[in-house]
């Protein structure tokens, strides 16, 4: 019996390879042919419409925007993943610590891994609002902050007690939170001019394809990292 579901067991992962490999390949098009369809609108969206070097919006726009990128930002998610992990080995749960620390690390690398195969340049279509060092596809702040908060979740919520009701509520949260971060981050790239849409929604895809795929081979190979 074990041999007729065996192949069943890797459809999953399999997909989801599929489709961060696709992703990455639009890409590398994009990299070469030029912006998608919807790039170029849905960045001076956020422009003043008589001048694209100024955001659309109140005067607090740029302020509001570089503090929602500052949820994607590199030393703000290391030292919450460092306190994470020091914390969870606390609690001597060396597989859960193990196991955020190896996705984190391996997004990273990732990330940096195709932004120098894809190599896309940063959009010239308006004024940039934040500084960056390097290529544009795919976004990182957008990748490794969703990476980064979905993990954390899936990590954390399974330790809270299953039958309190208020505490149903929190994991729910959690994961809300999660998710609302990881849009805000991804979208505040966008609106401060240092990405394209197609870099953060690329991002976004990655990051949930890498997580989905560290989640289903640990259920089946390390169940220990997600109890």
């Known amino acids: 019996m074990r041999s007729l579901y065996a192949p069943r067991a890797w459809l999953v992962p399999l997909l989801l390879f599929i489709l961060l490999a ?3 390949a639009c890409g590398y098009v994009l990299s070469h042919s030029g912006p998608a369809r919807f790039d170029a609108a849905i960045l001076l969206w956020f422009r003043a419409s008589d001048d694209t070097g100024r955001l659309a919006g109140p005067e607090w726009a740029l302020t509001f925007w570089l503090a929602l990128t500052l949820l994607g930002d590199t030393i703000p998610r290391i030292v919450v993943a460092v306190f994470t992990i020091f914390g969870l080995l606390l609690l001597r749960r060396w597989h859960n610590a193990l196991f955020i620390a190896g996705v984190l690390i391996s997004g990273i690398a990732l990330s940096t891994a195709l932004k120098y195969w894809v190599a896309r340049p940063r959009p010239q279509l308006v004024t940039h609002f934040d500084h960056f060092s390097s290529m544009s596809f795919p976004s ?7 990476l980064f908060y979905l993990t954390i979740a ?11 009701a208020s ?32 870099d953060v929604l690329a991002g976004w895809v990655i990051a949930a394809a890498w997580a989905g795929l560290w989640l289903v081979l640990a259920k089946r190979y ?6």
């Open 22 to 24: 696709a992703t990455s």
């Open 140 to 146: 990182g702040h957008a990748l490794n902050s969703t």
């Open 154 to 164: 899936l990590v954390l919520v399974p330790l809270l007690p299953q039958r309190q």
């Open 167 to 198: 505490c149903k509520i929190l994991r729910w949260n959690l994961y809300a939170l999660a998710i609302v971060a990881s849009l805000a981050t991804g979208i505040s790239r966008v609106a401060l001019g240092v990405h394209w849409p197609s």
């Open 222 to 227: 390390w169940p220990k990292a997600l109890l």
